[in-house]
């Protein structure tokens, strides 16, 4: 349905600017549209850059190791058939971890890494487990203590006020992760 939406919307602002003689206007706007979603591209591809690299370098830190302690426990009850000594358990605690202090950018390689690793050790490839459900219900609730990368976003976009947005952000993702979380642990018991 958008498919044809948005093509008739196009042709007829078109025709419109033209019957107003405001087709100057139309050109103006898009010439600023599409430089400000390339400049808000590469921003974000820096963003993502910057902090995977920042999360590869902190994964062989001390800080890493003993934030890893306070989440193998939740790791544990979260996804019980991944085993401590898999590639994929240090995946998804870096990916929790680097949700957790919102480095979403960072979250997703180490998330789809993640997905990878549950993937081989997955017996039915075709559907998927109860971890990479899990997984991405996690992901897709992105519980966030400090949301950097909204931040980020919103002061490079001249926000006056940034940081207003972490309480909303704590009540938002709390409830996310708590409803999605109980949802699959339920829909996990019920299909088996």
């Known amino acids: 349905m958008l498919n ?8 007829v602002s078109i025709f419109y600017s033209i019957l107003s003689g405001n087709i100057e206007n139309v ?8 430089e400000s979603a390339v400049t808000f591209t590469l921003t974000l591809i820096g963003m993502t850059c910057l902090w995977s690299g920042i999360m590869e370098i902190a994964s062989n830190t001390r800080i890493i190791n003993y934030l890893t302690k306070i989440f193998k426990p939740i790791v544990k ?11 994929s358990f240090k995946n998804i605690i870096m990916n929790i971890i680097a949700n957790v202090l919102g480095l979403g950018n960072a979250a997703t390689p180490i998330g789809l890494q993640a997905m990878s690793e549950l ?3 997955n017996n039915e ?8 459900m899990m997984l991405i ?3 897709t609730a992105s519980l966030q203590v400090i949301p950097i990368t909204v931040i980020a976003i919103r002061t490079s976009l ?3 006020s940034p940081t ?10 709390i409830c996310a992760a708590v409803v999605g979380i109980s949802l699959t642990k339920i829909l996990i018991k019920v299909n088996k």
Request: proline residues 6%; charged residues 25%.
């Open 164 to 173: 207003k947005i972490i309480f909303p952000v704590w009540i938002s993702t």
């Open 4 to 11: 044809l939406l948005w093509p008739i919307f196009i042709v």
């Open 158 to 160: 001249g926000s006056v």
């Open 77 to 87: 009850f979260l996804f019980p058939e991944v085993k401590e000594e898999q590639k």
């Open 119 to 121: 993937q081989k050790n």
């Open 125 to 132: 490839k075709n559907k998927l487990s109860d971890s990479m």
């Open 137 to 139: 219900v996690l992901n």
């Open 27 to 34: 050109e103006k706007a898009i010439t600023e549209s599409t």
